[in-house]
T-cell receptor, first 114, second 113 residues
Framework: SQQGEEDPQALSIQEGENATMNCSYKTSINNLQWYRQNSGRGLVHLILIRSNEREKHSGRLRVTLDTSKKSSSLLITASRAADTASYFCATDELFQGGSEKLVFGKGMKLTVNP | DGGITQSPKYLFRKEGQNVTLSCEQN?????MYWYRQDPGQGLRLIYYSQIVNDFQKGDIAEGYSVSREKKESFPLTVTSAQKNPTAFYLCASSPWDRRNTIYFGEGSWLTVV
């Protein structure tokens, strides 16, 4: 099953610019997370926002959540070449038996040019 | 250092062979997961285990098998029944009380030759 979908699928910007990525999902959620993946590496957790939160900050990251529109955005301010990576949103779904699992979107590739 | 170790990083398999990917964690996490990643497809859940000696199928379990004999270890076997096994495989774990925050290993590339 695929819950979150990132938009755009690819983004290329210059160093110092801001990068905005959007994620849309289909069903009700308890929380939404963003992960980062450098090429050929594992995913790294960036930030989690709960369904009762509207905005959250972590360093140069700003995440918003609009549950009425079933969408979230990730803003990276003052981008650096080292921010070049793929970014995934992930939402929770219930396993059979009631526990939660994460469902990942297809990812969005961000390229920050020096 | 605490973390998740996957091995090998690169593995080549001949058609008809079974191969096993190793995943070890020293984070004392209860839950462990295996994901498959194909280009442009995102991550898809193969198997997960919430406690030792118990595991459940994910969304694409056919052609794969797992075991969870120890809390620290969750090996994945890609069997010959998996028709298109070439992919990037990611192992992950999470604490029981924060199952929605997952920590990933560095991944293993499997190529069928």
């Amino acid at each position: 099953s695929q819950q979150g979908e990132e938009d755009p699928q690819a983004l290329s910007i210059q160093e110092g610019e801001n990068a905005t990525m959007n994620c849309s999902y289909k069903t009700s959620i308890n929380n939404l997370q963003w992960y980062r993946q450098n090429s050929g590496r594992g995913l790294v957790h960036l930030i989690l926002i709960r369904s009762n939160e509207r905005e959250k900050h972590s360093g140069r990251l700003r995440v918003t959540l609009d549950t009425s529109k079933k969408s979230s955005s990730l803003l990276i301010t003052a981008s650096r070449a080292a921010d070049t990576a793929s970014y995934f949103c992930a939402t929770d779904e219930l396993f059979q038996g009631g526990s939660e699992k994460l469902v990942f979107g297809k990812g969005m590739k961000l390229t920050v040019n020096p | 250092d605490g973390g998740i170790t996957q091995s090998p990083k690169y593995l080549f398999r001949k058609e008809g062979q079974n191969v096993t990917l190793s995943c070890e964690q020293n984070l004392n996490h209860d839950a462990m997961y295996w994901y498959r990643q194909d280009p442009g497809q995102g991550l898809r859940l193969i198997y997960y285990s919430q406690i030792v000696n118990d595991f459940q199928k994910g969304d694409i379990a056919e052609g794969y098998s797992v075991s969870r004999e120890k809390k620290e270890s969750f090996p994945l076997t890609v069997t010959s029944a998996q028709k298109n096994p070439t992919a990037f495989y990611l192992c992950a774990s999470s604490p029981w009380d924060r199952r929605n925050t997952i920590y990933f290993g560095e991944g293993s590339w499997l190529t069928v030759v």
